[in-house]
DNA sequence: AAATATTTTTAGATTAATCTAAAAATATTT
DNA sequence: AAATATTTTTAGATTAATCTAAAAATATTT
């Protein structure tokens, strides 16, 4: 079970778990004064109550690191984040940038029955509009990599996240498309003849896209 | 514009507008600390503090009573509160009386945007899944009045929050045509003969039942 | 390696929300 | 109306989360 936390002792495991790439390396008080806007000393009380709750590892002047625990609570935190963010901009027709504060807030909500509902609700998605992984019951994170859509084998699916060229004419033609940032997008078929690809936009319309284009659509995909 | 308040101003607000009968008469500190859980001296402390923001009337050994700007806020919390219980009913597939905790915490979740989109998403409800009224945009509530199905004219739509008689035979039968605390009830049409009367329940099915029956199943209709 | 700069910790305060215990005011009973 | 009971307020503490300023430790430069 995990412990039941402060708002602030969550923000702070989040942090920790993004500030030390997924929890593999220490993070120093500074560095995390600087995120979460406050000061050294602030940091430094909330380490060793972190610490005497066995949520952190920590050793003066060496920083923190995760414990399974606080690593467990923080990936809970950040699953919550996510899942919010899928029912925000799915259900609630919010854009991609718009949602990252509502979630902010709405990842602190307890209650283990209503993210069970909520994912089965939302589809059980596992990357949110950011392109994020979404963390597991179990807070098993699945690994993703980003690569152009030129590069993507046929029935993979990924969520766009970045256009490498910033083009007014290919701009406008994305519009058309109806392809943003957080469209996610399945790899239907490459045409061998000119590397040009068919795939679908938000399980709904198909679309063809050249290869040219599909070179600058970086997305993010399951491994 | 709604002052920004703390989770626990917000929540004192709203016991005051409960406890007042929706905020016309003085509340005591003793009954306030009693429904927040906590002691006279807390609430006497809250006191001064909401009255210097000009959200209550108090006057020493005299009770509160709601300003403008207090019941416009405790009317804010109330109708998120109650959006976000028809969310979980209808969407998430909550039971009536599981969502009340739930509630208790997304009411507090600040974000005009997400509750204007959250309202259009349900449909713009005007009764929650107990019945009650959800205040409108500008904090004007409804008035809602009981009243047993039998005395319903055609066209009424209300919501079942009462069956008057606990007979195992009755509920058995309200059990098979699905018709549960919550469920949303439309009267179809009475037929004079013996005033038995057709209903549709939450918008879908529609079902024949008896005068007897209509008499036990008291709904909250908007006036 | 000594001097300097940077980072981190400690010491002591502050704010919001709470508490207990005692004092003061109001309400009720006799 | 005097005595008693109840309610409310005040005074002074406590806890979580924060702060500033100074001290201590570590890292970097010369």
């Not at 996240?161 to 490498?164: G, I």
């Not at 239907?188 to 000119?194: A, Q, T, Y």
């Given at each position: 079970m995990l412990q039941s936390l402060s708002l602030t002792e969550e923000n702070y495991l989040k942090a920790i778990y993004h500030l030390s790439d997924h929890g593999s390396e220490n993070v120093s008080t500074n560095s995390l004064a600087e995120s979460m806007s406050t000061t050294p000393a602030s940091v430094n009380d909330m380490m060793k109550k972190l610490s005497n709750k066995n949520l952190i590892g920590y050793k003066k002047y060496k920083g923190a690191t995760l414990l399974p625990d606080g690593r467990a609570s923080a990936l809970h935190v950040i699953r919550k984040h996510r899942l919010w963010e899928v029912f925000l901009v799915d259900k609630l027709n919010f854009k991609w940038d718009e949602v990252h504060e509502i979630a902010e807030q709405l990842e602190h909500i307890k209650s283990p029955l209503l993210v069970e509902r909520l994912n089965e609700f939302l589809g059980?998605?596992?990357?949110?509009?950011?392109g994020d992984p979404i963390p597991d019951e179990n807070g098993v994170v699945k690994e993703v990599t980003k690569a152009p859509l030129s590069e993507l084998k046929p029935g993979s699916k990924g969520v766009l996240?970045?256009?490498?060229n910033d083009d007014r004419a290919l701009l406008r033609h994305l519009d058309k498309l109806q392809l943003s940032l957080g469209s996610k997008i399945e790899l239907?078929?490459?045409?061998?003849?000119?590397g040009s690809v068919c795939i679908q936009v938000d399980g709904q319309v198909n679309h063809f896209i050249s290869q040219t284009i599909a070179g600058n659509l970086l997305l993010t995909v399951l491994d």
């Open positions: 059980k998605p596992v990357i949110d509009p950011h996240v970045n256009v490498s239907i078929e490459r045409i061998d003849f000119d």
